[in-house]
């Protein structure tokens, strides 16, 4: 096979050519018919090509006017020229007051909810035959004396009983003076044989035989006039007569329900319980202050009865507080009392000094190098002055008194010029523990 060559169509040489690109065929055999010309023409530029041209020159320049930015700033933070404080950062020291808590006599007290009750409180009823309540005489307040007639049940059946055996007793006395008289005069003509030993000695024993009927005939007497007068109740000692539920007409029985409640001797108390931990604190004989509901009035007592034991289930204990008589104490009235357990100095602040958080309360001490220094207390009670420490300060620190929580241990601070602390009064406070 032979080679084949090349050929070439020769370029335009005129100016209508121009901007043509020539055409090269390559083949075996040169074509028969000559080809035309085929003009390209070059598209031109759109705008958006030159926007964006423009566009990355503009960030370019940003770029390096950045770059120039930091080296700026690296080169001023590794300089040695003192920063100066602004005098915004010298004012942001806070502003506090502070106060003193001077130690103040605290009274301690304990308190406890009870009711108002009769110290003896005794329930009347019958102890005879049932009967019917034919007469009333009293009435639930009134004051009865020992003995006095309450209330009296029928005697109708009673009283002909009683006047039977009183007959009887007179009969059976009659008859043993007669036989004691016949025994005298057989007696006497003992001596002179009138009348044989057998024959005395029958009078004798008639004597006594009628003497012991006069004894039978009393006894009998006696229990009749028992029953009767146990139609008859009556106080079994004087006080004041609390409730009376017996009514005319009604029928009383042995072992029902007491017709009346009598408070003997018009004895009045409190009875109330006290917490566990607060019983090893009261003494019989101590102060005691009971209120009742609606009365401004306090009744003073004494401390009577502590109980012996401890409820296992509530853990509290019996109290009994003795009160003078008086109308506005009511067996049944709802008391609160309050029994004063000891007089001692302590610390008093305002309740916002005084801070709590999950690990306990505490409070703010200002140290001698205006430092905050939190410092952990305790708390045993309140009063109208504020909150009572009973632990953790001395009474001389000097504690933030507001705003306490925007603050944090160890942070400078400006202590404010105070005229007055607020805990320096002199009067005593008193604390209540429930």
Known sequence: MGANFEHKLDPPAGPADAGLESVRWIGREPLPVPLERTPVRELPAHPDHKRRGTRTKWIAAAAVLAIGIAAA??????????????????????????????????????????????????????????????????????????????????????????NRLA?????????????????????????????????????????????????????QLAEAQARLNRTRVVAPESGTVLTRKAEVGQTASPGGDALFRLASGSEIEMRGQVAEQDLGSLKVGQDATVYLTGLS??????????????????????????????????????ARGSV????????????????????????????????????????????????????????????????GGFLRAGESVTVAPSTQSPANAESPAKTQQS
Not at 180 to 207: C, M, N, P, Q, W
């Open 73 to 162: 700033v690296a080169w001023k933070i590794r300089s040695p020229t003192p920063i100066t404080t602004s005098l915004a950062g010298r004012e942001s020291i806070p502003l506090v007051t502070v106060v003193t808590p001077d130690l103040k006599p605290v009274v301690s007290a304990v308190t406890f909810t009870g009711t108002i009750a009769a110290r003896y409180d005794m329930p009347i009823g019958i102890d005879g035959d049932a009967g019917r309540i034919v007469s009333v005489n009293v009435e639930a307040g009134d004051h009865v004396r020992r003995g006095q007639l309450l209330a009296k049940l029928d005697d109708s059946v009673l009283q002909p009983q009683v």
């Open 167 to 219: 007959a009887s007793l007179e009969q059976a006395r009659a008859q043993a003076a007669l036989s004691a008289a016949e025994y005298r005069r057989a007696k006497g003509v003992e001596a002179a044989g009138a009348l044989s030993a057998e024959d005395i000695e029958k009078r004798r024993a008639t004597s006594l035989t009628d003497e012991a009927a006069v004894k039978v005939a009393a006894a």
């Open 297 to 334: 009035q306090p009744f003073t007592g004494r401390v009577r009865l502590l109980g012996a034991v401890i409820d296992t289930q509530s853990r509290l204990g019996d109290i009994r507080i003795s009160l003078k008589p008086d109308p506005a104490l009511r067996p049944g009235a709802f």
């Open 340 to 403: 004063t357990t000891a007089n001692v100095q302590r610390p008093i602040l305002p309740q916002t000094a005084v801070l709590s958080d999950d690990q306990g309360t505490y409070v703010l001490v200002v140290t001698a190098d205006n430092k905050v220094e939190r410092r952990g207390v305790r708390v045993s009670g309140t009063t109208a002055d504020g909150v009572i420490i009973s632990g953790g300060l001395t009474g001389q620190e000097h504690i933030v008194a507001t705003a």
